[in-house]
């Protein structure tokens, strides 16, 4: 169901390829508190379509969407945390990196991911993780390497997300004792996956993180080896809610003294 998801979003975005196609506003506010974009609805529409198929044939969950809000299908017991065009500000400009994400969980928080999809359909690349079984990279096991430092300590490379200009000056001091060098996809769910084969060293948020963005890409992560953390959340560095508020900050590296490091520096604590 999640490739076809993705097919039948990368047709959507072939039938509107221009920025002036995908920025029309519908004058909405989605669910999770965004002006809906047309692009964003017509991701939507595919994507709960193939949602109303699988309860056709007898399954029943509850959808957390974007754009949507909860929708019923059924039986609370089984989440699907979906967002259907993760970076849509990307995909509307026509830059590369949006993505189509889609977790299942069957409880409350995001430990309780059983599985987490992320497409990249700027490059192509699909990305899935089972709880216990794995990641994988069009199908093939993710094999990470080593995280890169510097004499000095510092990561190599570091991806950042919430790249708010304000929120940027204010810790560019911590940021230079982290890292040698930033990388911004300005797409949360395709920002984490990069940590997942060592692409980049660890990734950081600036600013809260909601369910919709990161709750397939932490689970991809988690099983490649990686270790995540929502920082500050009582419930645990994995019990942040699987809804639609932005919750905690969340840092993800390659092994627990990575995410000490990054643990450790206010730069990834949310105003």
Known sequence: MCSRCAEGL????HDHPTTVQRKT????IGGGGDRTLMID???????????????????RFTVV?????????????????VDPLDGSLNAKRGLRHHALSIAV?????????VLGYVCDLGTGEEWHATRGGGAFLDGEPVVPQPERRLDDGRFELVALESTNP????QRAEELAQLTHRLRAYGVMAVT??????????????????RAVDVAAAQLIVRESGGVIEFLDCPDGPLGAPLDLQPHFPIIA?????????????????AA
């Open 10 to 13: 990368r047709g959507v975005l």
């Open 166 to 169: 304000v929120l940027l000056a």
């Open 41 to 59: 609805h017509l991701a939507e529409e595919f994507v709960f379509s193939e949602l109303q198929l699988l309860h056709d044939a007898g399954e």
């Open 25 to 28: 506003e519908l004058g909405t």
């Open 253 to 269: 590296a390659r092994n627990a003294a990575a995410v000490d490091t990054l643990r450790e520096l206010p730069v990834v604590r």
């Open 192 to 209: 984490l996956c990069q940590v997942a084969e060592t692409r980049v060293d660890a990734a950081v948020s600036l600013a809260r993180t």
């Open 105 to 113: 969980a069957d409880g409350p928080s995001m430990a309780d991911v």
């Open 65 to 81: 969407s974007e754009e949507r809000g909860h929708v019923d299908f059924g039986s609370p017991d089984l989440l699907f945390v």
